[in-house]
Nanobody, 125 residues
Framework: QLQLVESGGGLVQPGGSLRLSCAAS????????VTWFRQAPGKEREGVSC????????YYADFVKGRFTISRDNAKNTVHLQMNSLKPEDTAVYYC??????????????????WGQGTQVTVSS
């Protein structure tokens, strides 16, 4: 079965950190460009960060630049999103998605081939 499974979400205080993981089964995640999206209540889904399958280049949305880091662990068939200096406005359900439609950077939701089920991140004191 081809699937992505996210983990690592939870409740954290402002200024805290979380590390999200996106584990693939049934396919080799290193062959795919992987993008993290998030969706807050009442808002549209937005691209947060991406890592390409071509050369490992990365993209960060302006609202997370300098705070979040995306990385691959190919031995574990996993992509991580390290989130530091979290703010209340980072509260959302975070989804990872993977695509072979491009080997470059992409944050277009309908271009993704596989999606995880999402993990809730809540930043609150």
């Amino acid at each position: 079965q081809l699937q992505l499974v996210e983990s690592g979400g939870g409740l954290v205080q402002p200024g805290g950190s979380l590390r999200l993981s996106c584990a693939a089964s049934g396919f080799t995640l290193a062959d795919y460009t992987v993008t993290w999206f998030r969706q807050a209540p009442g808002k549209e889904r937005e691209g947060v960060s991406c890592i390409s399958s071509r050369d490992g280049s990365v993209y960060y949305a302006d609202f997370v630049k300098g705070r979040f880091t995306i990385s691959r662990d190919n031995a574990k068939n996993t992509v991580h999103l390290q989130m530091n200096s979290l703010k209340p406005e980072d509260t959302a359900v975070y989804y990872c998605a993977a695509t072979m439609k491009t080997r470059g950077l992409i944050t277009i939701a309908h271009m993704m081939d596989y999606w995880g089920q999402g993990t809730q991140v809540t930043v609150s004191s």
